[in-house]
DNA sequence: TCTGATCTTTACGTTCACGTAAGCTTTAGC
DNA sequence: GCTAAAGCTTACGTGAACGTAAAGATCAGA
C-alpha cells in the first residue's frame, strides 16, 4: 500500500531542446516523480494556494514547470514534514517567505526609497524571526528528547554488561 | 476557535483524603484539564489501545486515575507532536516502552534466569535503538532547517545595517 | 435523599489531506 | 493525422483523529 513512485517511465523525459533550464518543460507527472509526491497532491496545493499556480498556463493547456518549481515542492514537503503544522499554517508561513523573495525584487531595483527598504528589511526579519522561534522551540524539545533517550540507552546497556560480567568471568 | 481548557473548575479539586497520590482519585476531566485536552481524547486513546484502560474500573462505574496516569497522557501527547507518526505507529513505539517497563519488572525478581535477562535487556535495546534512530533523524534535519533560517537572519540583517549605515552617516 | 455537575456509551458529524473514478482534452511520437 | 499516454476538471470517497449530541447513570455535596 503506498506505492506513488511508478519507476516505470515509458515516454522519454522529454529531450527539451531549448536546454535553457527555466523554460518549463517538466509535466506534473514528472514533477511528481521528482519530488516523491503524486500529482494530486500538486494540484491540491495548487487549488489551496500552498504552491502558487504553474507559470504561464495557457488556460485549458497542461501545466508546465521548471526544475525551480520542483524544489519548492521539495521544501514544503520538506517542512510540513518537520514542522507538523497545517497546510494553512504552513501557507501562512511560506507567504512570509513570498514576501522576503518579493524584498529581494524591490531590493534590486534603484527607485525605491531607502525609507522603504529599511521597512521591507525590518518586516522581512520579523517573518524570519517568528519561523526561527517556532523551529527553534521544536528542535530544542526533540534534542531533550534524544537526549532522554540517550540516558535510557546508557543505562540499559550497563545493566547488560552488569549480567554479562556476572554471569562469565571466565 | 479550540478552547479545550475551561480554566473554571466549579468543584472543588476532590480533597482525596487517604493522600496517598497513588489512589486514583482524579476523574477524566480532572486528567484532561491537567493534560490539557479533552476527556474525548483520553477515551479515543483508550479504546485504540494507545493508553492502557483506566486502572481497575468496577465496570459501569466512572474512570479514575492517578497523577501517574496524567504523566502518562503528557508524554504520549508529547511525542505525539514532536514525532509526528500516526497514532498506529505511536502505539507501537510506546508498546515498546511498555515492554521495557515489563523488564524492569521482571528483572528485579529472583527466579529469572540470566540468560532469560540477557535476552530481555537485548531486545529492550533494540527498541530504543529504533525510537533513538527515529528520533535522531528527525532532530538532525530541524537542526539544519534552523542552521539555515540563522543564515537568513544573519543576510538580511547585514543588509539593514549597510543600508542604516549609509543612509544617516551623521 | 436529592440535585446538579460530571461521567457513561452509542453513534453520527466534521475537518484535513489527499485518493479515486469518470468523462473529456491535450500532447508526443510515429 | 492518428493514437496511446498523460493531463484536465469535477466530484465523490476515505482514513485519521477527534467533536458533538442524545439519553441515561453516577457522583459529591448539602
Redesign the interface.
Known sequence: MSAPAGTASKRSPRPSMEAGADTPSLRIGDVARLAETTPRTIRYYEEIGLLPPAPARPSGRHRLYTQAEVERLREVM??R??L?VSLEELKTLLTAEEA?AEVRAQ?SREDVE?ER??EL??E??GH??R??EL??H??A???R??QE??E??KR??R??RE??A??EPS
Request: hydrophobic share 40%; aromatic share 0%; glycine share 2%.
Open positions: 520538506r517542512l514534514n518537520l507538523g522576503r531590493l531607502q527598504r529599511a528589511l525590518q522581512a526579519l524570519i524571526d519561523q526561527l523551529v527553534r521544536r528542535s524539545e526533540l534534542q528528547l534524544e533517550l540517550c535510557t540507552r540499559a546497556r545493566k547488560l549480567l554479562d556476572r554471569d
